[in-house]
């Protein structure tokens, strides 16, 4: 099977869910010796791509660390 990678970036100007707060890129510190950050992001939960798992709607489901990848894709 062939898999074709969909994902959209996480970054600035992508398009977000109706409701849901942009996305913000943050520069927490800059190291001057070497010359390396420290960086954060804040994004809501449907933010670019992402897969609502079972428990965002019930919850007897399995959680993130439970979920099968490999159910995630199939034929096209």
Avoid at 20 to 31: A, E, F, G, S
Avoid at 42 to 60: C, E, F, I, R, V
Wanted: glycine share 8%.
């Amino acid at each position: 099977m062939k898999v074709y990678d969909i994902s959209r970036p996480i970054a600035k100007g992508e398009p977000i869910y109706p409701g849901n707060w942009p996305i913000d890129l943050v520069r927490i510190k800059k190291y001057e010796k070497d010359g390396s950050t420290l960086s954060g992001v804040n994004l809501g939960l449907h933010t670019a791509s992402h897969l609502d798992l079972p428990p965002h709607y019930s919850k007897s489901a399995l959680s993130a660390e439970k979920i099968n990848l490999e159910k995630c894709f199939g034929w096209a």
